[in-house]
């Protein structure tokens, strides 16, 4: 792998990891564009996207991070809520992680021998209906004022359901689906889009780690020192970028924009499917 080539899979890990295009569809269809293989270097490289995207998140939402770190050792001590609000999130974050780290253990194997461009397409396709069917449920649900703030764990249980289908099917982006299944929950978008960003962290560390368990079963070849701190740089300083970006945008713009992008660009690799 070229350094350039580093450089340019890290900042599409770091971009469509968080806005709401797919990152798993992109770098799959780029990867195969790129003419890269499958092999353990893809492992090594893999990892250090993820940290990439890790570290993206951890910058931040550090202020939300190191108050919920601190509520733990509080409520370890049995001492009262410091935060209450980073505390309240504790919960719904632990189950919200459940159904992804689930579906990553036991199905994502079987999903990833299935991924073609005509099941990335259809993927997409499906999300831009998805897409706008949560806006017009929230539109209709913030006319009536019925928007929430407050992230119960039944909330948490769908939108973690949410990503456990995204991360298994490549098309359906992670943050775009866990941002709709909040606005089907009710919760206005910039909550929606703040938990999911949160409930993506374990996500990402869990895949990174499992990852790096298959890299120690297949330790060759390793990429070079200079092409791993390439991705790993492009993917944290284009993720900080673009969670900064999505989460002012949604302040008053919708997910509509990212589904029609996805109908069009689904649509084109079913029909470049279909017609081979």
Same mark, same amino acid.
């Given at each position: 792998m070229a350094l350039w080539q580093a450089v340019l899979l890290g900042a599409i890990q770091g971009a469509t990891e968080f806005i709401p295009v797919s990152s798993t569809a992109h770098l799959f269809l780029v990867q195969r564009w790129l003419g890269l293989g499958n092999g353990a270097a893809d492992l090594s490289f893999d990892i250090v996207l993820h940290l990439g995207t890790a570290i993206a998140l951890v910058i931040v939402f550090r202020g939300e991070i190191f108050g919920m770190a601190g509520e733990v050792v509080r409520g370890v001590l049995r001492k009262p809520a410091f935060h209450p609000e980073e505390r309240a999130l504790l919960p719904p974050l632990l189950v919200g992680t459940i159904p992804g780290g689930l579906a990553g253990i036991f199905l994502l194997k079987r999903f990833e021998q299935m991924r073609t461009v005509l099941a990335v397409g259809l993927s997409m396709l499906a999300a831009c209906v998805v897409f706008f069917l949560a806006e017009a449920v929230a539109q209709a649900?913030?006319?009536?004022? =019925?928007?929430?703030? #407050?992230?119960? !764990?039944?909330?948490?249980?769908?939108? %973690? /359901? =949410?990503?456990?289908? #995204?991360?298994? !099917?490549?098309?359906?982006?992670?943050? %775009? /689906?866990?941002?709709?299944?909040?606005l089907f929950r009710g919760l206005s978008r910039e909550r929606a889009a703040r938990f999911s960003f949160l409930l993506a962290l374990p996500i990402i560390l869990g895949a990174g780690a499992k990852t790096l368990l298959d890299l120690r079963r297949h330790p060759e070849p390793v990429l070079s020192g200079p092409v791993l701190a390439a991705g790993l740089f492009s993917s944290a300083v284009v993720g900080i970028l673009a969670v900064r970006f999505l989460l002012s945008y949604l302040k008053t713009h919708s997910l509509r924009p990212f589904g029609i992008y996805l109908g069009l660009l689904g649509a084109a690799l079913v029909g470049y499917s279909l017609l081979g």
């Open positions: 649900r913030r006319r009536r004022g =019925a928007e929430r703030t #407050a992230v119960s !764990l039944v909330d948490a249980a769908w939108i %973690g /359901l =949410a990503q456990a289908v #995204a991360g298994l !099917l490549a098309g359906f982006s992670r943050s %775009g /689906l866990t941002i709709s299944a909040g």
